[in-house]
């Protein structure tokens, strides 16, 4: 069940994980910057008013932050970015740059292997094991962490600059 796409280093095609998943074509080289996350660009209110985790029977999205008053919401304009399935062992990283989302390659992927990313959902300060239960992850990996909500942060003594991260919103 492949679907065709345009980007050359990856397929759509059915996907254990969840739904439909990018599947590389060929060898990927760490670094290699796969594609762009691309959809319509949206402030925070608007995303909140589209998906009401409240009201929907399973909570699913194409929600990723750019920036504190941006979002990206791939379901309306998007690309085959919004395939790539989330796992907490990931192949990839979402990285922002000058106002784009990209999805790059953290190591060499072979031909055949699922391309997948952390979504490190937003995580509010109180969020308990029910809202894990709501943001399930079912990547497979030993590393699973059994949710795609972010790590819970943990207090770093002398926290340095690290380089800016892209993160799906929830």
Request: charged fraction near 35%.
């Amino acid at each position: 069940m492949s679907t065709s796409s345009h980007n050359p280093y990856f397929e759509i095609r059915r996907s254990r994980i969840q739904g439909r998943g990018a599947f590389a074509r060929r060898q990927i080289r760490k670094g290699t910057r796969i594609i762009e996350y691309t959809g319509e660009r949206v402030s925070h209110e608007e995303a909140d008013r589209r998906y009401d985790d409240e009201h929907m029977a399973r909570h699913h999205t194409f929600l990723f932050t750019l920036d504190r008053k941006t979002c990206i919401d791939a379901a309306v304009n998007g690309n085959d970015a919004r395939f790539i399935n989330h796992s907490c062992d990931p192949n990839c990283e979402a990285v922002i740059d000058n106002g784009h989302i990209w999805i790059e390659a953290v190591r060499t992927i072979p031909p055949g292997e699922e391309l997948v990313y952390d979504y490190q959902y937003e995580r509010e300060d109180d969020a308990g094991v029910d809202d894990e239960k709501l943001y399930p992850c079912r990547c497979g990996s030993p590393r699973c962490r059994g949710t795609i909500l972010a790590p819970r942060k943990r207090k770093k003594k002398n926290a340095g600059a690290t380089p800016r991260r892209a993160q799906r919103k929830a």
